[in-house]
């Protein structure tokens, strides 16, 4: 049976239409790249995460309504989302002959999880502002870094 719940269905889309969007943008320069974790996986963290923080509200709610009070805590559900995506972001990072690799693609998954959050709890002024910067960092920096030449010989290899 469906449950009913506080947050209304379009704002439920639209949340986690966002996170599905902004995680489509993140991945799209992962996948352009050939790295790990590209479109898929990107759009999936985002909507898990935003997922994850609706469904917090939404038992916080009924917590609420049922007993008057909550003992929930909902910063525990945001720590929660942010240790399983480190843990798929520490995935992804490989160490070998003294090189670390795909560091980029690491910070990319846990920002896109933080956006995901972001996205879930309707603050898309927040979501949106971090995806911009996010975009900015893997183009714009990318672009200043192979002007500097720093992608032949450097330690970390991402891209």
């Known amino acids: 049976m469906w449950e009913e719940t506080a947050t209304p269905t379009f704002d439920i889309l639209l949340r986690l239409g966002a996170a599905a969007v902004a995680g489509m943008i993140l991945g799209i320069d992962r996948e352009a790249r050939g790295k790990p974790a590209g479109l898929r996986t990107h759009i999936l963290i985002a909507v898990g995460a935003a997922a994850t923080t609706l469904v917090g509200f939404e038992l916080y709610r009924t917590a609420i309504e049922i007993s008057g009070q909550s003992r929930s805590d909902l910063l525990r559900i945001i720590e929660g989302v942010i240790a399983a995506v480190g843990f798929l972001a520490?995935?992804?990072i490989i160490n070998g002959r003294g090189e670390v690799h795909n560091?980029?693609?690491?910070?990319?998954?846990w920002i896109c999880g933080a956006i995901g959050i972001a996205c879930g709890g309707g603050y898309f002024t927040i979501a949106g502002?971090?995806?911009?910067?996010?975009i900015l960092v893997l183009t714009g920096l990318y672009a200043v870094e192979r002007m500097l030449g720093r992608k032949n010989?450097?330690?970390t290899k991402d891209g």
């Open 153 to 155: 010989g450097s330690a």
């Open 129 to 134: 502002i971090t995806l911009a910067l996010a």
């Open 90 to 92: 520490a995935g992804v």
């Open 103 to 109: 560091m980029t693609s690491a910070a990319n998954i």
